[in-house]
């Protein structure tokens, strides 16, 4: 009990999550690019949009996963960090599925969509300001194919989700867990997707625009339910009388 205890508060340990912060949070994790990369082969995905680009080991890992003439446009304010991760890029032979686009997210977003690439994506991957998941999700619904898919990363931030408002951690990592829990509730109540939360790397939100077939498939499902409860209680009725 007492190791338990000296365990959970090891991992509490503002020391140990300000690294966990600077050394992996930065590129999502191998595990997690893997799982992207089969998804989009399994979507056979050919447009995609990742927001946050970084040094593009994200970028690098959905470029390999398209097909040979699948596109990504990648987004970043920071060029300097892309250039850095270029090499690598040239080197697999991606760079020209890839259009990087240096500035802020919103105003890519919104320029796309006056660009006439509203429904166009297959997939969008967002890892940039975590408090803006909420206005990128509105924006990249009108982006995105019905039965597309948008991933959002972070959405457990470090674990800080599960914690009690009471924990006393470093702000440059607490500020954001108001955020994430905002946003983890806003697309869990968001009727227009059908998402689920992977406990993979730090944590990621796949959310899947409803296609209409869907929306008539749960209307007849929740009529064919009505009837089957309505049949059973006059069989019921029925049965009593006898
Ligand atoms: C966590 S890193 C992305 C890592 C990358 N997705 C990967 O896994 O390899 C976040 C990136 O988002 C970018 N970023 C933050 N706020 C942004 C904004 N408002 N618009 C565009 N990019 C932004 C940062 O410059 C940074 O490079």
């Known amino acids: 009990m007492e190791n338990?205890?000296?365990?959970?508060?090891?991992?509490k340990s503002p020391a140990l999550l300000k690294r966990c912060v600077c050394r992996s949070v930065m590129n999502v994790p191998v595990d997690e690019a893997q799982f992207m990369s089969i998804l989009l082969k399994v979507m056979n995905a050919?447009?995609?949009?990742?927001i946050g680009v970084f040094t593009g080991y994200s970028l690098l890992s959905t470029a390999l996963a398209l097909p040979p003439d699948g596109k990504i446009i990648g987004i970043d304010v920071d060029r300097e960090a892309y250039e850095t991760g270029l090499p690598f890029i040239q080197k697999a032979g991606m760079e020209h599925k890839i259009d990087f686009i240096q500035t802020d997210a919103l105003s890519a977003l919104?320029?796309?969509?006056?660009?006439?690439h509203e429904k166009t994506f297959d997939y969008a991957f967002v890892d940039a300001e975590k408090r803006d998941f909420i206005k990128y999700h509105e924006l990249l619904l009108k982006l995105?194919?019905?039965g597309?898919?948008?991933?959002?990363?972070n959405t457990l931030w470090i674990g800080t989700v599960a914690m009690s408002q009471d924990e006393k951690l470093d702000d440059s990592i607490w500020q954001y867990r108001k955020?994430?829990?905002?946003f983890n509730t806003y697309i869990t109540n968001d009727t227009r997707v059908e998402s689920s939360i992977l406990s993979i790397g730090?944590?990621?939100v796949n959310a899947?625009?409803?296609k209409e077939e869907d929306d008539l498939i749960s209307h007849l499902t929740a009529h064919i339910t009505t009837l089957q409860s309505q049949f059973d209680s006059r069989n019921q009725l029925h049965a009593s009388d006898h």
């Open 4 to 11: 338990l205890t000296l365990h959970k508060n090891i991992l």
């Open 46 to 50: 050919k447009k995609t949009i990742e």
């Open 110 to 116: 919104h320029d796309l969509i006056e660009k006439k």
């Open 144 to 146: 995105v194919k019905k």
């Open 148 to 153: 597309g898919i948008i991933a959002y990363d």
């Open 179 to 182: 955020p994430i829990l905002e």
């Open 202 to 204: 730090d944590g990621e």
């Open 208 to 210: 899947r625009s409803h």
